[in-house]
Every structure is written in structure tokens, then in C-alpha cells.
């Protein structure tokens, strides 16, 4: 018997049980398309996490205060909650003109309900200085954005990012007119007149600064008691330095932990210092085990599809007995007998994988723009997760052949041709 004959004969089989065979191939289609399902869509986070880290400017180092220390009950806050961190140290650091530092801005972040006219909006404030735009890599669509006499004057100015400027001013670009900016849920609120509107930056979750507005770092201080230390300087959350592409951030970072140290007069750190190829590197070990777990859960699928194909096959044998009484008596060897249940067995694999690979890569591809628990799905399909999946279902047929036709191969001829 050829190959040939013998995968004609698998198919043969196949149509013979339709039902049977289908339930058979659903195993392995099912486990085939969930391994390029979860890869994909594992790869599609990592992509998107890595587009926010890259969406923040390029050749950045941030600096944020380390975590706060309740001194009566010793609890530890969560990172970046101290109030070690100041304007005053950023301007330092600028002022310090440190090897490949090009820019330096503090950053102060606080939530607040921006009103204009009808419209009101849920938006994230950033106070911050003039060179904020050119470290992290903005354009200004229309007007301008804050500038020098701004910070020195505390002026209650502000450039609204694109989508803010959107929802509050959706008929024209709202330079010139106000914006009232409440906190503390609206005991507390400012006038603050547009200077500007920031181009659309794009991207997702702090990479996007397109929902922010900003403000001069010193405004709200002269305002707001809360955000000032008992020496009556300003509090902030970050400090983002961009340096010279041709630079290690590595050396950045060491010259810039070092100058804190100093500057704070202290021996251990209580800042933080992360470079932007620190937290892509960071995020991407995260989505890799995460990809591995995911791929590895559905692979237990194709464990059960496995199973499924060596049930069916070992049932084929029992059914068939005396078929292969038939063949052997008419001259087919052992080994033939052997052959043709294992390229049965590879038949119902390839098959189920083929199916399989269609439709993970159809399911990977139409999920793609979805949203999931307020998350857009983004699907990234990899060459190498179709040809795993491929290459386990193509060995899972093998291996699930193997016995069924050990068992087939074994059968005494005299006493198949016996069976009824």
C-alpha cells in the first residue's frame, strides 16, 4: 500500500463517521486556534504597553519620590507616594547641566472637573514648566503652550491636550476663552483663560497625553496650601529628564542618582530613578510569561484533543478487526497495517490543524478594535505561535497513532478473519 492509498483510506474513514469524526477534529481545532489565540492576543498587549512606554517622547528618565512611611503605624505606602520630591530638586538638576541631559521638567499630577460653558469633563492636570512640550515631545495644534512668564507670573493659564479640547470646545479651538478648573469636589475652583491646544498625540493610558491639560507648576501652589511643604515649597509626583540620544540612559541615570543624593543630603535613596528602556525591558519579561502562560493553558486543549484521537483510532482498530484479518490475508504486512494508522491518525491532525489555524487566525484578526472590560483587544498574530500549533498537532496525531496501531499491526490474522 502506497501513502497514497493510504491517506485515501483515512479519508474514506473520515466520511464514513461524519459525526464521530467531527467531534474528533473539534478537539484539535479547538486547541490548535486557542494557542494562536492567546499568543496573539498576549503579543497584543505587549505591543500596546510598549506603544504607551514609547508614546511618553523618547530618551527618557523619571524620577518619582519613594514610597511614604506612616511614622505612628509603620505602615509603607504604595511607591511613589513620599513627599520627597520637589520643583525645586528638577531645577537643580537643570541647572546642574549634567552629562547628555538636554531637558528637565517637574510634574504634578492631580484630577479635576474642567467646565467650560455646558460641557464639563473629567480631566488629569499636569503643572509643569514650558519646556515640558519640547522634553515630552508635543506639538501645539493652535496657540501656544504655557511659557516662561507664565510659570514666573503663576498665571492661571492653560493649553488643553486634543481630546480635552475637543469635548470642551467642540465648535472651535476655545484659545482666549475660560475654563474652570473644580477640586475638592467643587468646593474649591479657578478661571484659568486658554493659551492653546495641543495636536492629537494618539496612543492609550498615560502615553497619551491628548485627555491631559496643562498648567504652570507654581499656579495652583500660590493657591492651594496642600501642595506645599511646611518650608513652602511645591510638592510633585515626577521628575522627566530627557537625554541625549547618543547617550547610555544608564550613565544618565548614575549622574543623576548621585546629584540627588547630594542635593538631599542623604546616604540611601528616597527617590526612585527608571530609565524609559528600563520600563519597556520590564513590561516586556511581564507579557512574555504572560504569552507563555497563556499559550500554555490552551495548550492543555490539544492534550485533550490528543486523547480524542487516540480513543477514536484505538475504537477504529476494535471496529476493524476484521479488515485487517482481511489485508493480512491477502498479503499486507504488519508493518503495513501499522502505516496506515498512523497516516490515519496524521490525516485527522492535519486536517483538525488546518481548521484550527484558520480559524484562531480569523478570531485573532476580527478581535482586533474590540473592547473588553474597558480595554481595546489588539491582537498581534506571530509566524512562529501557527507553526507551534501546527507542528504539536501534526505530532500529537504521530504520537496518538502510535498505539492504536502497535495494537492493529499485532492482530493474529486467524483470529480477526474469525470475528464476526
Do not use: C
Request: no cysteine.
Amino acid at each position: 500500500m502506497t501513502v497514497l492509498d493510504a491517506v485515501r483510506t483515512s479519508v474514506k474513514e473520515l466520511l464514513s463517521n461524519p459525526l464521530r469524526s467531527f467531534l474528533t477534529l473539534l478537539g484539535l481545532i479547538i486547541g490548535v486556534s486557542s494557542v494562536i489565540i492567546m499568543v496573539a492576543v498576549g503579543q497584543g498587549a505587549q505591543e500596546g504597553v510598549k506603544a504607551q512606554i514609547i508614546g511618553l517622547g523618547s530618551d527618557l528618565t523619571f524620577v518619582r519620590p519613594a514610597a511614604s512611611d506612616n511614622q505612628q503605624t509603620g505602615a509603607r505606602g504604595q511607591a511613589g507616594s513620599g513627599l520627597t520630591l520637589l520643583a525645586s530638586d528638577a531645577y537643580a538638576i537643570k541647572e546642574a547641566s549634567l552629562s547628555g541631559v538636554i531637558g528637565v521638567v517637574p510634574q504634578l499630577n492631580i484630577d479635576a472637573q474642567a467646565i467650560a460653558g455646558s460641557n464639563n469633563l473629567g480631566v488629569g492636570i499636569i503643572g509643569t514648566t514650558s519646556d515640558y512640550a519640547s522634553v515630552r515631545s508635543l506639538e501645539v495644534d493652535y496657540g501656544r503652550f504655557i511659557d516662561d512668564q507664565d510659570v514666573e507670573r503663576k498665571a492661571l493659564s492653560i493649553a488643553l491636550g486634543a481630546e480635552a479640547g475637543k469635548s470642551l470646545f467642540p465648535d472651535n479651538d476655545g484659545i482666549g476663552k475660560t475654563v474652570r478648573l473644580s477640586f475638592a469636589g467643587g468646593r474649591v475652583g479657578f478661571n484659568f483663560r486658554v493659551v492653546g491646544v495641543m495636536a492629537p498625540q494618539g496612543g492609550t493610558g498615560e502615553g497619551s497625553q491628548d485627555d491631559y491639560v496643562f498648567i504652570p507648576v507654581p499656579t495652583l501652589q500660590s493657591r492651594i496650601a496642600f501642595l506645599r511643604n511646611p518650608q513652602g515649597e511645591i510638592n510633585i509626583n515626577q521628575i522627566t529628564i530627557r537625554s541625549d540620544p547618543n547617550v547610555d540612559q544608564g550613565i544618565v541615570k548614575d549622574e543623576v542618582t548621585k546629584f540627588l543624593l547630594r542635593h538631599h543630603a542623604v546616604t540611601e535613596p528616597d527617590f526612585t530613578v527608571q530609565t524609559q528602556n528600563e520600563l519597556i525591558s520590564a513590561q516586556e519579561e511581564v507579557n512574555a510569561t504572560l504569552s507563555i502562560l497563556l499559550g500554555s493553558i490552551a495548550g492543555i486543549s490539544l492534550i485533550v484533543g490528543a486523547i480524542g484521537v487516540m480513543n477514536i483510532m484505538i475504537v477504529s482498530v476494535v471496529e476493524r478487526t476484521r479488515e485487517i484479518g482481511i489485508r493480512r490475508a491477502v498479503g499486507a504486512t504488519s508493518k503495513d497495517i501499522g502505516i496506515q494508522f498512523i497516516i490515519e491518525a496524521l490525516t485527522v491532525s492535519v486536517v483538525g490543524g488546518a481548521l484550527g489555524i484558520l480559524l484562531g487566525v480569523g478570531v485573532a484578526i476580527g478581535s482586533g478594535g474590540y473592547q473588553l472590560m474597558d480595554q481595546e483587544l489588539n491582537a498581534v498574530i506571530e509566524l512562529w505561535s501557527i507553526g507551534l500549533a501546527a507542528g504539536v498537532a501534526v505530532s500529537v496525531g504521530f504520537l496518538s497513532g502510535v498505539y492504536p496501531a502497535f495494537k492493529a499491526a499485532n492482530v493474529d490474522p486467524i483470529v480477526a478473519l474469525r470475528s464476526a
